[in-house]
C-alpha cells in the first residue's frame, strides 16, 4: 500500500475539492483526436509523459494544486506499471495502475500538480494512455 497524503477536515485550511464534469484530458491512441503532449504517439516502454494538464481542454485552473483523475492503460501486452506523480519532481518508485496480462484497466488517482500544474506518467511497457479529470484541489 501506497500513501500519497491525507484529507483533512473541513476549516483546517487545506485545499478546497472541487468537482468538475468528467472529461478528457489526454488519449494517446491513433485517431484520437489529440495533439501535442496530449495525443499519440503511444509511449514506448521505459519512458515518461509529461502533460500540462492546465493546457489541455478540460478548463482546469493554473491555481490547481492536485487533480483527481481516473488513468486507463490500453496495452498491447503486459505492462509492469504505470507511475503517474507531479512534473518536477522525482520519479517515486511505487504504481499507479498495473496490468500484468496486458488488460485495459483503469484507476482513480488523486495526483499533485507538479511545474505550471503538469503530472509526469512513466510506463515500463508501451502503453496508450486515456486521462480524464473528475475534479481538483485548490485554494
Same mark, same amino acid.
Given at each position: 500500500?501506497?500513501?500519497?497524503?491525507?484529507?483533512?477536515?473541513?476549516?483546517?485550511?487545506?485545499?478546497?475539492?472541487?468537482?468538475?464534469?468528467?472529461?478528457?484530458?489526454?488519449?494517446?491512441?491513433?485517431?484520437?483526436?489529440?495533439?501535442?503532449?496530449?495525443?499519440?504517439?503511444?509511449?514506448?516502454?521505459?519512458?515518461?509523459?509529461?502533460?500540462?494538464?492546465?493546457?489541455?481542454?478540460?478548463?482546469?485552473?493554473?491555481?490547481?494544486? $492536485?487533480? =483527481?483523475?481516473? /488513468?486507463?492503460?490500453?496495452?498491447? @501486452?503486459?505492462?509492469? *506499471?504505470?507511475?503517474?506523480? #507531479?512534473?518536477? +519532481?522525482?520519479?517515486?518508485?511505487?504504481?499507479?495502475?498495473?496490468?500484468?496480462?496486458?488488460?485495459?484497466? $483503469?484507476? =482513480?488517482?488523486? /495526483?499533485?500538480?507538479?511545474?505550471? @500544474?503538469?503530472?509526469? *506518467?512513466?510506463?515500463?511497457? #508501451?502503453?496508450? +494512455?486515456?486521462?480524464?479529470?473528475?475534479?481538483?484541489?485548490?485554494?
Amino acid at each position: 500500500m501506497d500513501i500519497n497524503g491525507y484529507f483533512a477536515p473541513p476549516g483546517a485550511g487545506g485545499l478546497n475539492f472541487a468537482p468538475v464534469t468528467p472529461c478528457r484530458v489526454a488519449d494517446t491512441r491513433t485517431n484520437s483526436g489529440f495533439g501535442g503532449a496530449f495525443g499519440p504517439p503511444t509511449p514506448a516502454g521505459g519512458s515518461t509523459r509529461t502533460m500540462p494538464a492546465p493546457s489541455g481542454g478540460c478548463g482546469l485552473p493554473a491555481t490547481a494544486r $492536485a487533480y =483527481a483523475f481516473n /488513468v486507463t492503460v490500453v496495452p498491447p @501486452g503486459p505492462l509492469a *506499471f504505470l507511475t503517474a506523480w #507531479p512534473a518536477g +519532481l522525482a520519479q517515486p518508485l511505487v504504481s499507479t495502475l498495473n496490468s500484468f496480462r496486458g488488460f485495459v484497466v $483503469a484507476n =482513480a488517482a488523486l /495526483v499533485p500538480a507538479g511545474a505550471n @500544474g503538469a503530472v509526469s *506518467f512513466f510506463v515500463t511497457d #508501451p502503453s496508450d +494512455l486515456i486521462v480524464d479529470v473528475n475534479g481538483y484541489f485548490g485554494p
